[in-house]
């Protein structure tokens, strides 16, 4: 299978051979895409090959990637001078400084070099996207892909169509970001986009504080940091980004939008300095209220207005704050956090400052005293089918209540359309469903409450049955990580379509439970018991062209031809299809698994020559005692049990799973440290 997987947008450029444009064409290749990088002349290609270099170099020694995998990054990128080397890409993105009239000469050259049908992008954050493309001979084909900084790093962009792009290819663009591993955002072409156009406020409204004499730099940190619960301040994260660059992008927003977000005087004086911000001194810790009221209300009232003008979502207005600037919590959870009246006067004391109406859905919000609540699953509807997509990306679409609840509302809503003749389940980002959310498992035990564990595990099985006994074709489309639940959740739809880049598997053993959603028994009636037994014993990842193999999977295809593969199958029907033998070189592992019992396996008990046998061994060793024995039980008991008995058994033995010291150190050390199982 080549690398290069998505067929309609493979030849790949980026102009500009900066910090940014760099970041750029290393994510790109880092995915497995040979890229261009272009600039003016060679000196320049150098120096961005140059800052590449270095930056791999650097992830190396992070232990991030091999030597030898940083070479084949290195060598899909092609640095040149030559702009005719463009004529034959299929998306080329601009990221050259922030100069109007330099980005409209790119463009004009980009149309004489570039084929009509070529995608053109800016990754300007500074000016509309309308405005680059108001010269252009095809507009259709240009729009914004702003990407924040260190790109190679970061997995936000914001897709931003202009006023004539067309549909085709923001949704190509849209694709390729999620087909290199981006979390992509939705924009209207406003100034800002949205995660600008809250932040910018945000690190001018430190500065107005310090001008106004409300508290010094140290004091200013220290609240903001304890008040979003970031790890940098805003003078802090002004002088790593550029603290022109924070003056600049408050300007362009003061043009469009008012007085409000234009730069404080002392930021301009500042910038005039040339020096960065003194950051010693101790914080004045009585100052806190004041500092966190302003900080929260300018942001409150920016998130608000972006949502009432449709420049973006609750949803990706929040996912923007926790992916691109690493904020723990979005604008709109944190109005949540303190009560949406509250929020409402925190606006208002804004708002009045500066003479600006009150945002409207914040005050309609306020006024029915609950909370914002969030679109975790949006339904998209194409030629009958479908599609509903789990909207957490930076949770890698973790099942919780919430997504539960509404993917099982969705769903029904579907199923009993009559204009509807398939459903699609899908993620946002980077994976499909990287399993349950195990901070619910935790905050549950540690309360005591295993009875709102159960419930959630009842849902679960409910939504499962549901979409395992559809009257209409369901298909599980895997573009990323299938974990867990994620995986349980597939293995209850009709078929299951990968990309090569998807990974499938089951972690439970290794964090002290098993797989409750169905795993146990949708898995042996796919690949056997043996195969069973091996993926849940040892958490083994598969990549989907291996789980294709053994049955796991149904169909891996090149991601841009994801979707047409599901529609085709969708239109030819799906029947129900035996399961088919286990082919012969995954034989030998599934006899292993299938005729010695795990307390042979993880006890010592099983001597194997085979290197890839004793491996499979060795890592049983690892896993939770109790949860292994449970699984052991569960998965046999499929053998002679109808599937429905089997679902139950799941269910029963749920309390005794999740009351086990075993449970509590896996799910509580995730993430943390290693797990020590005492196998009870």
């Known amino acids: ?56 170099a650097e992830g190396v020694e992070r232990k991030i990637f091999s030597a030898a995998a940083a070479a084949k990054i290195e060598g899909r990128i092609r640095g040149t001078a030559d702009w005719n080397d463009l004529a034959d890409v299929d998306l080329v993105i601009e990221a050259v400084f922030e100069d109007l009239d330099v980005k409209r000469n790119v463009f004009e050259r980009l149309e004489g070099v570039c084929r009509p049908d070529a995608i053109l992008a800016t990754n300007t954050s500074s000016f509309l996207v309308s405005d680059l493309c108001d010269t ?18 970061n997995r936000l962009v914001e897709v931003v169509p202009g006023n004539k792009t067309s549909d085709e290819a923001t949704r190509a663009a849209w694709t390729l970001q999620e087909s290199i591993g981006k979390t992509p955002i939705a924009s209207a072409d406003a100034s800002g986009f949205v995660v600008n156009r809250y932040f910018v406020p945000w690190l001018n409204e430190a500065v107005r504080l310090l001008e106004e004499g409300v508290a010094d730099i140290p004091t200013i940190e220290w609240a903001a940091k304890k008040t979003f619960r970031v790890g940098m301040g805003p003078f802090e994260l002004m002088n790593v980004t550029g603290v022109p660059i924070a003056m600049h992008a408050a300007n362009t927003l003061g043009e469009h939008f008012g007085p409000l977000y234009l730069p404080a005087r002392k930021l301009t004086e500042q ?14 810790e009585s100052k806190l209220q004041v500092i966190a009221d302003r900080m929260l209300g300018v942001t409150f009232y920016v998130a608000a207005a972006l949502v009432d003008e449709g420049v973006g979502t609750i949803e990706d207005t929040d996912i923007g704050a926790r992916v691109g600037l690493r904020w723990p919590k979005g604008p709109f959870e944190m109005i949540n956090r303190v009560g949406p009246g509250k929020a409402l006067e925190l606006v208002e004391a804004i708002a009045g400052r500066w003479e600006l109406d009150l945002p409207k859905r914040l005050a309609e919000q306020a006024a029915t005293g609950k909370p914002f609540a969030f679109e975790l699953v949006r339904r998209n509807d194409d030629n009958g089918i479908a599609t509903l997509t789990i909207n957490r990306p930076d949770a890698m679409n973790a099942l919780n209540e919430a997504v539960v609840g509404q993917l099982h509302d969705r769903f029904k809503e579907a199923a009993s359309d009559d204009a509807v003749s398939g459903i699609v389940i899908a993620g946002t980002g980077k994976g499909f469903i990287a399993g349950a959310d195990i901070r619910f498992f935790v905050r549950n035990l540690d309360a005591g409450d295993l009875d709102r564990i159960l419930k959630f595990t009842k849902d679960g099985h409910d939504l499962l049955h549901d979409l395992s006994h559809c009257d209409k074709p369901v298909v599980a489309r895997l573009h990323g990580l299938a974990l867990g ?91 129900d299809q035996p399961r088919g033998d286990t082919p012969a070189a995954w034989a030998p592992l599934a006899d292993l698994f299938a005729v010695n019992k795990v307390e042979a396996l993880c006890g010592g008990g099983v001597q194997v020559d085979d290197e890839r046998l004793a491996k499979a061994v060795k890592k049983v060793g690892f896993k939770a005692p109790v949860a292994l024995r449970l699984a052991e039980t569960l998965i046999e008991a499929a053998a002679t049990n109808d599937l429905a008995d089997g679902l139950r058994a799941e269910l029963d033995h749920l309390v005794e799973i999740m009351s086990s010291e075993d449970a509590y150190e896996g799910l509580s050390s995730l993430g943390r440290r290693r797990p020590v199982f005492k196998g009870r």
């Not at 252009?136 to 900084?149: C, I, N, Q, T």
């Not at 960065?276 to 004045?284: C, I, S, V």
Request: glycine share 14%; proline share 6%.
């Open 1 to 56: 299978m080549p690398e290069q997987e998505l067929t309609g947008v493979n030849r790949l450029a980026v102009i500009g051979a900066g910090n940014m444009g760099s970041g750029i064409a290393q994510k790109i290749a880092s995915e497995g895409y040979d890229v261009t990088l272009v600039d003016l002349d060679d000196e320049k290609v150098q120096r961005g090959l140059g800052i590449i270099r270095d930056t791999l």
């Open 136 to 153: 252009a001979k095809h507009p259709e084909r240009v729009l914004g892909l702003h990407y924040f900084y260190h790109p190679a790093k």
């Open 271 to 284: 910038v005039a300095s040339g020096d960065l911000w003194p950051l010693d001194g101790e914080a004045d």
């Open 485 to 575: 639940g994620g995986l349980e959740l597939a293995l209850a739809c009709d078929r299951i379509v990968a990309t090569p880049k998807a990974m499938v598997g089951f972690p439970e053993t290794g964090i002290g439970i098993y797989p409750g959603l169905g795993g146990t028994q949708r898995t042996p009636r796919r690949v056997g018991q043996g195969l069973a037994k091996w993926l849940i014993y040892t958490g083994e990842m598969l990549p989907a062209e291996m789980a294709q193999q053994i049955g796991l999977v149904d169909a891996v295809v090149p991601y841009a031809q994801l979707d047409a593969t599901i529609a085709a199958m969708i239109a030819s029907g799906i029947e």
